[in-house]
């Protein structure tokens, strides 16, 4: 028989709620308590009216919101590439593999060290309030490792994606049709099982809108649905792409015209910002005002990624995108909790509201605005994820 607990005495809640506060998006409850019944929140509201329960834990007038939902990150790999990091920053040229570095180290790891390095950071985040990941496969491009990939993955983690158009593979270099037919043929059949999304990188140098048209629709049409690395290096058909074919969300979305913007505003996919990249390649941020002036539904998630992002940090994305790419501290907090869950199509996750999990961040600060407020600082003190405290 499960138990419920009262976290009482908490400074600042939020509940991304909206009909708590006239609309207020972040629905938030000063002096709060939110009550806990097996692995659900079964009520939210002022401490003074919070009713009688089994256990009670006393906030100490710090702040509570949603656990963290990363809906992008790239988590099943192997290897290392801190030497490209170091050259890019140091501005030096750097002719190693990138992305099929990786490939190359993925492929030769075993099952034991890619779930290894998995749960590693799979723990990792959870420390820093993450209850909610999505992870990918995209290292080993061959249909035995992809397969592999997204096995080990959905051993800890429900929110798994194909993602074997990541890059043409190597052996595929000068037939990339050839890769396109592997990748919507024999090996979307060993993967579909695995996995509940398809992803394709769709971007010069990666997959051109006709290729990544074909990725997603094979996908579908064997039960995947879609989300796209879309417009992140140049201007290019992804994000288009993705609200015709109703993809959950766009990533990255760096580069984008007035009819993308206008596209994301007017349709159901997601605006999925991925700061850290930008952060570790030095690259022009996504311009997350233009959206949300827009109307576009904005979601924050790390990316976290050996190449290009290697942070599995949600409060780091949080800082970066209130200091540099035009978001409040509101609207960052809710972009990486209810945004990461409707880039995922769910609502049961990212808000704290009665018959949503019990996933929950404490915080040591009395806002939520510390998590922008103090950039870096290992604010997060205790993590409940499906009602169990797990820190």
Not at 52 to 74: E, I, K, Q, W, Y
């Amino acid at each position: 028989m499960s138990s419920s607990t009262a976290i009482t005495n908490i400074a600042a809640l939020v509940t991304n709620d909206p009909s708590l506060r006239d609309g207020d998006p972040l629905g938030l409850v000063r002096d709060a308590a939110v009550v806990i019944d097996g692995d659900r929140v079964v009520w939210t509201g002022e401490t003074r009216k919070a009713p009688a329960t089994d256990n009670r834990v006393d906030a100490g007038g710090r702040a509570v919101l949603p656990g963290f939902v990363d809906s992008h990150s790239h988590l099943v790999f192997a290897g290392d590439r801190t030497e490209e990091f170091n050259a890019r920053m140091s501005g030096r040229p750097y002719s190693a593999g990138g992305i099929r570095t990786t490939v190359a180290a993925t492929r030769a790891a075993t099952d034991a060290e890619l779930e290894a390095t998995l749960v590693r950071h799979l723990r990792e985040a959870l420390r820093q309030g993450t209850t909610t990941l999505e992870t990918k496969s995209g290292y080993g491009l061959t249909v035995d490792d992809e397969a592999r990939a997204l096995r080990i993955a959905a051993h800890h983690t429900d929110e798994v994606t194909y993602l074997g158009a990541h890059i043409v593979a190597p052996e595929y270099a000068d037939d990339p049709a050839g890769y396109v037919a592997l990748v919507t043929g024999e090996m979307l059949d060993a993967c579909a099982p695995h996995a509940g999304w398809i992803d394709v990188f769709c971007e010069r140098g990666a997959f051109d809108g006709d290729q990544a048209r074909a990725v997603l629709t094979a996908g579908r049409e064997r039960g995947l649905r879609p989300r796209v690395h879309a417009n992140q290096l140049t201007h290019g058909p992804g994000v288009q792409l993705a609200v015709e074919l109703d993809a959950a969300s766009a990533d990255h979305c760096t580069h984008l015209t007035d009819a993308d913007v206008d596209a994301l505003a007017h349709g159901d996919t997601v605006a999925t910002l991925l700061p850290g990249a930008e952060f570790s390649t030095r690259a022009p941020w996504p311009d997350a005002r233009r959206l949300l002036d827009a109307g576009a539904t904005v979601a924050l998630s790390t990316d976290c990624n050996p190449g290009s992002s290697f942070t599995s940090s949600v409060p780091f994305c949080v800082a970066l995108a209130v200091r540099d790419m035009g978001m409040t501290p509101d609207e960052a907090v809710w972009s990486a909790t209810a945004g990461g869950a409707a880039a995922l199509r769910r609502d049961d996750v990212g808000r704290l509201v009665p018959g949503a999990y019990a996933d929950l961040v404490l915080l040591d600060a009395p806002s939520h605005v510390h998590l922008a407020y103090r950039p870096g600082v290992p604010l997060v003190t205790g993590v409940w994820r499906r009602g169990v405290r797990v820190v």
